[in-house]
């Protein structure tokens, strides 16, 4: 049985269109986005320490370590910034279709915090342990002690709200339970980096978020975890859709609103946990990506949701490129750069909705 499709705000006041204009809106986007994809995944081979520059990229080419700095460095950081984004697009539009709420981003569960707390602990053990960070141990912590401890907070933090909001059958009781728990864990964090002074220079970089450690392990985990669950939320897509009709509509239907919600919360926390725990807290992707796609070529969700993914790898690719070449041979950290880029996206979108009325 086909299900109507929900308005989105920022389509309601246009005039709706036909079928065959949505088709023809939808693959306009998906080809900008492919495009949008191919130049990104080049501009980030092409950016390094002297940023985007081809005479660089061609003495690079021609010397011997060539391979090192394409295949080893350069290559791995751009896929996985794009997996990155990836993650957190399709985490953004499974939480605004769960919510219903254009404004839910992945870390509305408590992800983030739960993974910031768990960073911020780990740092400080180590150091009120006694064990004084050699190189080694910040080798370690940093590459693989830091990136098990985000992605388990993360989906620890997940797991305290559903607890808290004794399951995900009730959305508004969830969505309270994830905002108390954040605010509670984030308090925690700050204590413990009281006690621990140590460990803040740590939750500073795990919170501005970083590409800069993807390895060539990072982008086959996140590919694999894309790939898994992308097609789990793309099989449960039409349930998204009943829930734009109203919680009775949707039960009318025949769907089982408990299983359905603590599922697709599920896939929410595993994309979230798993983004976060490869490049720390990257903002506003997973809540801008839905937006664009919405707002350029609304669909039912099995589009919005492969859409989204594809938009979200397209805005953290061209956020790395920038972070990466604007100030080089430095970097800025491209949690800054998606914060900057999507606070003015968001009040450039305001400013329009004000002067229409």
Same mark, same amino acid.
């Given at each position: 049985?086909?299900?109507?499709?929900?308005?989105?705000?920022?389509?309601?006041?246009?005039?709706?269109?036909?079928?065959?204009? @949505?088709?023809?809106?939808?693959?306009?986007?998906?080809?900008?986005?492919?495009?949008?994809?191919?130049?990104?995944?080049?501009?980030?081979?092409?950016?390094?320490?002297?940023?985007?520059?081809?005479?660089?990229?061609?003495?690079?080419?021609?010397?011997?370590?060539?391979?090192?700095?394409?295949?080893?460095?350069?290559?791995?950081?751009?896929?996985?910034?794009?997996?990155?984004?990836?993650?957190?697009?399709?985490?953004?539009?499974?939480?605004?279709?769960?919510?219903?709420?254009?404004?839910?981003?992945?870390?509305?569960?408590?992800?983030?915090?739960?993974?910031?707390?768990?960073? *911020?602990?780990?740092?400080?053990?180590?150091?009120?342990?006694?064990?004084?960070?050699?190189?080694?141990?910040?080798?370690?912590?940093?590459?693989?002690?830091?990136?098990?401890?985000?992605?388990?907070?993360?989906?620890?933090?997940?797991?305290?709200?559903? #607890?808290?909001?004794?399951?995900?059958? @009730?959305?508004?009781? #969830?969505?309270?339970?994830?905002?108390?728990?954040?605010?509670?864990?984030?308090?925690?964090?700050?204590?413990?980096?009281?006690?621990?002074?140590?460990?803040?220079?740590?939750?500073?970089?795990?919170?501005?978020?970083?590409?800069?450690?993807?390895?060539?392990?990072?982008?086959?985990?996140?590919?694999? &975890?894309?790939?898994?669950?992308?097609?789990?939320?793309?099989?449960?897509?039409?349930?998204?859709?009943?829930?734009?009709? &109203?919680?009775?509509?949707?039960?009318?239907? &025949?769907?089982?609103?408990?299983?359905?919600?603590?599922?697709?919360?599920?896939?929410?926390?595993?994309?979230?946990?798993?983004?976060?725990?490869?490049?720390?807290?990257?903002?506003? *992707?997973?809540?801008?990506?839905? @937006?664009?796609?919405?707002? @350029?070529?609304?669909?039912?969700?099995?589009?919005?949701?492969?859409?989204?993914?594809?938009?979200?790898?397209?805005?953290?690719?061209?956020?790395?490129?920038?972070?990466?070449?604007?100030?080089?041979?430095?970097?800025?950290?491209?949690?800054?750069?998606?914060?900057?880029?999507?606070?003015?996206?968001?009040?450039?979108?305001?400013?329009?909705?004000?002067?229409?009325?």
């Amino acid at each position: 049985m086909a299900l109507p499709q929900a308005a989105s705000p920022a389509t309601a006041s246009r005039p709706a269109p036909g079928a065959a204009d @949505h088709l023809r809106q939808r693959r306009r986007l998906l080809g900008w986005l492919g495009l949008g994809l191919l130049v990104g995944l080049l501009a980030g081979l092409v950016t390094g320490s002297a940023g985007f520059s081809l005479e660089t990229l061609q003495s690079d080419l021609a010397g011997e370590q060539a391979w090192l700095i394409l295949g080893e460095i350069r290559a791995p950081r751009t896929l996985g910034a794009a997996l990155v984004g990836a993650l957190l697009g399709l985490g953004g539009a499974l939480a605004q279709g769960l919510f219903r709420n254009p404004l839910a981003d992945p870390y509305l569960l408590g992800a983030a915090a739960g993974a910031g707390l768990a960073v *911020v602990l780990v740092l400080a053990g180590a150091t009120l342990g006694g064990l004084q960070l050699s190189l080694t141990a910040a080798l370690w912590l940093e590459r693989v002690g830091l990136v098990m401890a985000a992605f388990i907070g993360a989906v620890g933090g997940v797991t305290l709200t559903l #607890l808290l909001a004794r399951g995900a059958l @009730h959305t508004t009781r #969830l969505l309270l339970s994830g905002v108390v728990l954040a605010v509670l864990l984030g308090a925690l964090s700050d204590l413990v980096t009281v006690v621990s002074p140590d460990a803040l220079r740590g939750k500073q970089a795990f919170m501005l978020g970083s590409t800069s450690f993807l390895g060539w392990s990072s982008v086959a985990l996140m590919a694999a &975890g894309l790939t898994m669950l992308l097609g789990l939320a793309l099989r449960h897509a039409r349930a998204l859709d009943a829930l734009t009709l &109203g919680e009775d509509s949707a039960a009318s239907l &025949g769907l089982d609103l408990g299983r359905v919600r603590l599922l697709l919360v599920l896939l929410l926390s595993g994309a979230t946990a798993l983004a976060v725990s490869q490049a720390g807290l990257v903002a506003f *992707v997973g809540l801008v990506a839905p @937006h664009l796609v919405r707002r @350029h070529a609304p669909g039912a969700h099995a589009w919005l949701l492969a859409a989204s993914a594809l938009m979200g790898a397209v805005l953290l690719l061209v956020a790395d490129v920038i972070s990466r070449a604007l100030i080089a041979p430095q970097e800025l950290p491209v949690g800054v750069v998606t914060a900057v880029l999507g606070g003015l996206y968001l009040c450039l979108l305001l400013n329009r909705r004000v002067r229409g009325g």
